[in-house]
């Protein structure tokens, strides 16, 4: 053993212990002896033992989330691989498509419903035949749907490749005759002249899959409609009223064409695609998407211009505007049936002139947001007073200078051409400086500057000229210098590659439907027995329509039906067919005041103390509404709209209270 006498430390220590070497005693114990205790730790609260439960059950969601997120996005992307374009057929047609816009703006899909036949090769169409042919613009800066349908008994130029006219045939032979959608894709693009985006093919059977995968759709069948297995026609049985319909009675239904002509097929079709986007929006749950889009990937194909499968993000946007879509922004179109000619050895098929086809193309491209109210306030003698606006500026007040931050040269110089002959006081730069923006876009950006007066009031009446795809913003740091050197204009105009150098006018507003007296004759007689009699069998009280259109009187079939719509609810309908013969209108009476169909009014009206909800579409009023606490009363036009606004709602005033 080693010791030390360091620093006063051993036994050679000083007695005070600081000696130099010294020797020390050891200190003095005070206490001989101490009986020690780990403290304890301190006691839990009971909140804190929950919040520690909490947490790991947040832990645990998060780590379960971001797996299904995850698994949820891969199954996206394997699911939109599955339903893109992979038949030789739509492989071809795709390379017709216009190229896909950027999600946030409008774009044009045609929709080809058609029949396979039994013992067909899937991947062959020749065994199959073209039963829908509809046209859908998704805006979603608009927030606005359009479809534009076309009879399948339309005879025009039929196109299968180029510019070459193959024949002068019914539109939906363009698919027979062209082996598949190439040939009804490029008929459509020229006899409208638009350019599609999208082209969607689906059949039948998946069609009925879908509806049933949705567990039915709701819709309101206006009549009775009964075909009898062998009787020569496609089979159908459905009963007048609004009722949930499974996938094969909802394909009868969209198909019929019996007793009536085909521009009320498209009207059932459009009824039809109406109501399955309500159940979409309402209805469909997250843990049903896998397994409807799985059951119809087989029936269904999606080609998009520029070849791949649509992106999550298409989805998202496109989906999101159907589901949030508001009302009356949802607009149904054809051509006007008043120039539809017959034509063919026993005027089976129809002819319109083109200026027919381009008045539907227009409306379809120009959805009139405003119209709907327009109309209802029209019918009901309503005026409202206009919204105070600043005075617009002339174009001579407007100032502007133009830059290219585009890839095209001179479109600059032609650009300001052009808004100097709309009147608009366009500036130049400098022979020495070139009219281009600091970087190329795609985007076009109309500067204003924030120091003058008017500046960007100019700066808004400038943007519907240059498209949708425009923004209004301040002078930057960048634009200013330009500016400067061209004597300081109101605005600068940049425009984008997406700018294709010709100016736009806006549309003008679609013409509101002309007041007219309502056609209606005072016949409470016509349906006061026929309630009496069932008015023991609901739970509510029935009214009695004391005004009905003229000429009009129940149908043979099924003139005045009892049922249950949904569970624990009771409906009565009225039928009624008019002069014309196999054209109905309707009066429901139910219970139900949450159906599907009721939600979304485009607009509302108190009259005498009722409330009254109206459903438009195209200016023309399709249902109207009475509404108490304990059941609704609805009117509902023929399919194709044919009464009068002013006859709706003086059938819907006229319903009073059946009397004991």
Known sequence: MRTTLKRGIGRAGSLDGYGKGNGAVPPIVLEPMRRYRQPEPPRRSTMRAVGRIVGWILLGLAVVVSGLGGGLYLYGHQTLNAIAAHSTQVKQAQKILDAVPSPSEPA????????????????????????TVMLI?????????????????????????????????????????????????????????????????VDFHGFKVLVN??????????????????????????HPGYQKLNGQQALDYVRYRHTDSDLYRLARQQLFLDALKSRLARSLSLTEIPRVVSAVKGNVEIARGGGGAPSITEIQSYAGLAYSLPAGHLFRNSIDSSQLEPYGPQNAEYVAPQSAIDEAVQRFLHPDVTLPQRAGDQALGIKRKPKRKHRALRPSQISTLVLNAGNVAGRAA??????????????????SVPANAPSQTTGTTIYYDPVQPNARQAATQLRPLFGSDVRVAPFSPAIAPYAQQAGNPLTVVAFGTSFDGTLSTPPPAQP???????????????????????????????????????????????????????????????TFVTPAGNVYWQIEETTWNSAPILANPTGHATIGGRRYDLYTSGGRIHMIVLRTPKASYWVVNTLLDELSNETMIAIAKGLRPLGK
Request: glycine share 6%.
């Open 512 to 574: 509101t439907p002309p007041r007219q007296p309502p056609a209606v004759s005072d016949d409470p007689g016509a349906t006061l027995e026929p309630l009496r009699q069932v008015a023991s069998q609901v739970p509510f009280t029935l009214m009695v329509p004391h005004l009905i259109a003229s000429g009009s009187r129940l149908s043979s079939m099924d003139p005045v039906r009892v049922y249950k719509p949904a569970r624990n609810q009771h409906a009565v309908v009225m």
């Open 213 to 238: 995968k949705l567990h039915g759709v709701y819709v309101n069948v206006d009549r009775r409609y009964y075909n009898p297995p062998g009787s020569g026609y496609a089979a159908i049985n459905l």
């Open 414 to 431: 032609n650009t300001s051409y052009l808004l100097s002959r709309l009147g608009y006081d366009t500036k130049q730069l400098p022979p």
């Open 137 to 201: 613009r998704a805006d979603p800066k608009q927030r606005t749907l359009s479809l534009l349908s076309f009879p399948r008994d339309l005879v025009v130029p039929i196109y299968c490749s180029g510019d070459t006219v193959y024949a002068h045939d019914r539109i939906n032979a363009a698919w027979t005759l062209c082996r598949g959608p190439k040939g009804t894709l490029d008929t459509v693009e020229h006899l409208t002249g638009l350019k599609i985006n999208y082209l969607i093919t």
């Open 108 to 131: 044009i899909a045609l929709v080809a419903g058609y029949d396979r036949r039994m013992g067909a090769d899937a991947s062959d169409f020749a065994g199959s035949r073209s039963d």
